[in-house]
């Protein structure tokens, strides 16, 4: 198969770091803990673990390996390994998905700039649990304070991308996620001194096996989707930008152990502080924006302690953005290589052009989630929902799901048919392994994809 990418990572563990910023976001450290604390604790946390083992690696190791054999974008991966465009759809379904959840991305993680903000100029000083809620309506009731504050990590996104993907992405991975976890280690160490916070970590990580439920198991699957980032094509681009002598599997681990650990790392932080100070961990959404508030209020250096954490959330959100909007930018500058037909002319445009347009398409759209997200636009609604909670399901529910499972088809079953040896090389491993890992994406990976998508849609009843 020919080359075609011209760029790529300089190094393995660029690579590795750029992923696994890529996975690290807000479904770390803003999801995870209050998903964590709504199912049991230490209950939810052993099956989350489980699932990242049984499906999140074989799904990882599939993106990854058909970005790497490829050596395209979402866009033209899929034609270029099966000869044809039958799975074009596939390509279509990652840039959408990509686009549907910045849109509504960047508002949250607008959130978390207006919030880091707000905790350097120590605005919640004096707050308690009330005033907080009070304080976050009337951070997402305003539509200019949102936009301002959603359209910066717009930029601060684009600048990272307007460079080669070794300059820009890779440049700031090293830093960027290095940084993250020290931060945290240090945020953790400051809570785990806190009176009382051995409850907090009996509770994350003490398992009383009565509270795994077939719910729990669920949100367990779902929530290990959405953490690694599966089913968008963020990691097939990456793959098509790995160098060549990189080993998929051992590559997919350690992306796997680096999410891991932000998000274990994030209950460390937050289920300790909220029992020290004796707090429900079944808070919800409102967890980090008004519990957590609360409670660095109440402790030593509430200012640092507020500021570091918060400072942890936009590191963690621009990670993510990143990947998000490099699939359509990638996307964007192979597509436009091509002519659309035999007679057509192709009209190719550059890294910098793409990048213009993928922020101009993602400011618009999230200028529209704020608006019709506020009821300042009452008429802009998806299937009754406003645009930001319609996004949101719409991408979690049904789009990420439906993408994984195309994958896992579309490597399990399609390429062997094809002739294809979708294990030989790329992905590292022994014979063994190959046979496990093509039974679990045959088998399990579709089955545990089709009943989150069922549960999501409320057809399960548990």
Request: charged letters at 10%; one cysteine or more.
């Amino acid at each position: 198969m020919a080359e075609h990418k011209t760029t790529s990572f300089s190094s393995k563990a660029g690579l590795v770091l750029a992923a696994a910023g890529g996975a690290v976001g807000l479904g770390n450290i803003w999801k995870f803990p209050y998903i964590a604390g709504e199912n049991g604790g230490g209950a939810f946390l052993i099956v989350y673990l489980l699932c990242v083992a049984l499906f999140g690696l074989p799904l990882l190791l599939t993106e990854f390996f058909i970005g790497k054999r490829s050596r395209r974008s979402a866009f033209g991966a899929f034609s270029a390994l099966s000869g044809n465009r039958r799975w074009q759809w596939l390509s279509w379904l990652s840039m959408l998905t990509a686009l549907v959840i910045m849109s509504f991305y960047f508002v949250v993680t607008g959130w978390c700039f207006c919030y880091f903000c707000e905790a350097l100029t120590n605005v919640f000083s004096g707050m308690d649990a009330a005033a907080l809620t009070n304080h976050f309506g009337a951070v997402v009731a305003s539509p200019l304070r949102q936009i301002l504050f959603s359209l910066l990590p717009v930029v601060l996104t684009a600048s990272v991308l307007w460079f080669d993907v070794n300059k820009g992405i890779e440049r700031l991975s090293k830093i960027l996620l290095p940084l993250l976890l020290l931060m945290m280690v240090l945020m953790a160490g400051s809570v785990l001194m806190l009176d009382g916070s051995n409850v907090g970590m009996r509770f994350f990580f003490q398992t009383d096996f009565s509270k795994i439920t077939p719910s729990v198991i669920l949100e367990a699957m779902g929530q290990c989707f959405f953490s690694l980032s599966i089913g968008m094509g963020a990691l097939i681009t990456y793959g098509a930008y790995m160098p060549k002598n990189q080993n998929v599997a051992a590559t997919s681990i350690q992306v796997i152990v680096l999410d891991t650990l932000v998000a274990i790392l994030a209950g460390i932080i937050i289920f300790p502080a909220v029992f020290a100070f004796g707090f429900s961990p079944a808070e919800g959404p409102q967890l980090v924006f008004v519990v957590l508030p609360a409670v660095f209020g109440q402790m030593s250096f509430a200012w640092f302690c507020g500021v570091l954490f918060f400072a942890l959330l936009c590191i963690a959100a621009i990670t993510s953005t990143i990947s998000l909007m490099e699939v359509a930018v990638a996307f964007i500058c192979e597509a436009s290589s091509r002519p659309w037909s035999k007679n057509a002319k192709a009209h190719p445009l550059n890294r910098h052009r793409s990048v213009l347009l993928v922020s101009a398409i993602v400011c618009v759209m999230v200028v529209m989630c704020v608006m019709s997200y506020t009821g300042q636009w009452p008429w802009l609604k998806l299937f009754g929902y406003d645009l930001f909670s319609a996004f949101d399901q719409l991408s979690s529910c049904v789009m990420m799901p439906l993408g994984a499972l195309g994958m896992a088809l579309f490597v399990g079953w399609y390429l062997p048919y094809k002739g294809e040896k979708p294990y030989s090389g790329e992905n590292g491993f022994r014979r063994a392994g190959t046979k496990v890992y093509m039974l679990v994406l045959r088998w399990l990976v579709p089955i545990a994809i089709v009943l989150i998508f069922l549960n999501s849609l409320g057809l399960l009843g548990v």
